[in-house]
């Protein structure tokens, strides 16, 4: 059990320009979360996939936000013309599909910086 | 839909006394409920969770939580403070009757163990 990585841990980007994240969960886990946490904040949902079906998206989500995950596997979070507004830490976890009862698996999260 | 309050912000204890996180949760159908701990930068790392039996459940590094489903309570507790238990912590519920996998987080509270 490798855990759960993220990559880059952190991203200073300038507003307008576009971001993507990549998630590596671990291996047998078939679900994925991306969560947000800005500072005093708790995680914030994001989405949700079941192998490669995105099966959930936060209402919050503007459409400036995608998410992909192909074959199952790694995940990537594109964020389109980003605003500062979107600087947080963006983590990601994973559970597996055979344990109804399982708890989350967190990466150590990517953090976003836009100016 | 679902909810977790943690009404403490923050709290001070001395190191060796006991220690108590409040969270109350809200959900239809049945709690499936959860405590994280997280360090600075870094993701969350699961402490303990409540699913079904016995009202007290242990988890890792000495923690315990009383479910109490009257007051709709999950309070962590430790009988004896370490200054290295000093992080945030995050408590988490989803609706186990239902078909989502999707838990909701408190916005947390800051543990601050004195020497």
């Known amino acids: 059990d490798t855990g759960v990585s993220q990559d880059p841990r952190h991203k200073i980007t300038k507003r307008g320009q576009n971001v993507t994240f990549r998630c590596d969960p671990i291996s047998e886990h078939n679900r994925l979360y991306w969560y947000r946490q800005t500072l005093g904040q708790g995680p914030e949902f994001l989405t949700y996939?079941?192998?490669?079906?995105?099966?959930?998206k936060s209402r919050l989500l503007s459409d400036r936000f995608s998410a992909e995950r192909p074959k199952g596997s790694f995940s990537t979070l594109e964020i389109q013309r980003t605003e500062q507004g979107d600087s947080a830490m963006y983590l990601c976890a994973s559970s597996p599909s055979s344990d109804r009862d399982s708890p989350l698996h967190f990466g150590n999260g990517t953090r976003l910086t836009v100016t | 839909a679902q909810s977790v309050a943690q009404p403490e912000d923050q709290v001070n204890v001395a190191e060796g006394n006991p220690l108590t996180v409040k969270c109350t949760y809200s959900?239809?159908?049945?709690?499936?409920l959860f405590w994280y701990v997280q360090y600075p930068n870094r993701g969350l790392q699961f402490l303990l969770k409540y699913i079904t039996g016995d009202n007290l459940v242990k988890g890792s590094y000495g923690f315990e939580a009383e479910f109490n489903k009257s007051q709709t309570s999950f309070h962590l507790k430790k009988p004896s403070a370490l200054v290295s238990d000093s992080a945030l912590y995050f408590c988490a519920v989803r609706d186990g009757s239902g078909g989502s996998y999707i838990p909701t987080f408190g916005r947390g509270t800051s543990l601050i163990v004195h020497p």
């Open positions: 996939f079941q192998n490669e079906a995105q099966l959930e």
């Open positions: 959900v239809s159908g049945n709690p499936y």
